[in-house]
């Protein structure tokens, strides 16, 4: 099976085109770390700024560093039972407000022509009724046709052209499909303003997969936190006669950052990957292993604050494609809602 983990960061997690640049990584590990980081975040003062997106806006990230030859990664795993097959991924280094390499930027020179601002690795366009939006790569991959799919990003922006998102303003999820042309590269397809997604104008994480036999998708993790609590949802889509949206559900939630005493608290990630067998309507099943915790949180005679009544939690649940989107059909999502 393969299983992917890309949850609240900035980073991106491909199942295809691995590259020596960059080093063999679990997603389980990586979603694990930044889960513990993001919960930190939610509790501080600074939540208006939460997931780091504060610095993204106007941001330039430094070039990718070049890394060592890629090793196997070691992969956590959460459900009891029999062990899945799981496959290594990558962890592409860049931010998805500058392009991760020159192929990237040739890509985004080539979707918005002039209006694409290399020095700052964006551009503007409009975008339907979203109107002038800033425009960042946030993931790509080659299909088996050789086609080149690119994920970008679009958030809204204010009068002189810097993107100005508030934190209850989502980003905008824009495909484009490239072909291999004389002299470089041409745009197929522009499926633009998609879905509204994901916090302080941008749609998340993206994580390529494959949801059957010839059947390219990707799943954008995207998280929203306010006022201690957060949670983030798990967006299917497939590169299928355009693109399509495949349902959604919650991949993981929590309160830390308003645990009081005496309040119920909980802590609750998911672990995605999709069966190696697809059903007969050519769709893979997505797998779904919960962890986290329960508990209270009360005040010691030292008047410091503790976990109380804590109770652990570990089960998992089955989604399938019932010819519109994906569906629970067996055990149930443990991942509360806000």
């Known amino acids: 099976m393969r299983t992917f983990h890309a949850k609240r960061d900035w980073g991106v997690i491909e199942l295809f085109n691995i590259s020596p640049r960059h080093p063999m990584i679990s997603c389980d590990t990586i979603r694990s770390t930044l889960h513990a980081r993001v919960s930190i975040l939610a509790g501080s003062a600074a939540l208006a700024a939460c997931l780091g997106a504060c610095s993204r806006s106007g941001e330039r990230a430094a070039p990718p560093v070049q890394q060592a030859a890629p090793a196997p990664a070691t992969v956590l795993k959460f459900a009891p039972g029999p062990s899945p097959r799981e496959s290594a991924m990558p962890l592409t280094a860049s931010r998805p407000n500058w392009p991760d390499d020159a192929r990237e930027q040739e890509w985004m020179r080539t979707i918005f022509g002039q209006r694409y601002d290399h020095a700052n690795g964006r551009a503007l366009a409009e975008i339907g009724d979203a109107g002038t939006c800033v425009m960042v790569i946030v993931s790509s991959t080659t299909l088996a046709d050789g086609r080149i799919a690119v994920i970008v990003n679009a958030s809204s922006t204010a009068d002189n052209g810097e993107d100005l998102p508030g934190n209850g303003s989502p980003g905008i999820l824009n495909v484009y499909l490239l072909e291999r042309a004389a002299g470089g590269w041409t745009v197929r397809e522009r499926h633009e303003n998609l879905a509204a997604m994901g916090s302080k104008g941008h749609v998340g994480d993206a994580c390529w997969v494959k949801l059957g036999p010839g059947k390219t998708g990707f799943v954008m993790s995207s998280s929203t ?22 349902g959604e559900l919650e991949e993981a939630s929590d309160n830390i950052g308003a645990c009081i005493p005496e309040r119920a608290c909980w802590d609750v990630g998911a672990n995605l990957r999709f069966a190696d067998d697809a059903q007969a309507d050519g769709y893979a099943d997505l797998l779904v292993d919960f962890k986290g915790k329960r508990y209270r949180a009360v005040e010691n005679e030292y008047g410091e ?33 806000l």
């Open 225 to 246: 936190s306010a006022r201690g609590y957060s949670i983030t949802l798990a967006s299917i889509f497939v590169l299928d006669r355009g693109v399509r949206q495949l």
């Open 305 to 337: 604050q503790v976990k109380q009544d804590e109770v652990l939690i570990r089960q998992s649940a089955r989604y399938r494609f019932d010819g519109k989107e994906y569906v629970l059909v067996s055990g149930e999502n443990a991942v509360p809602g």
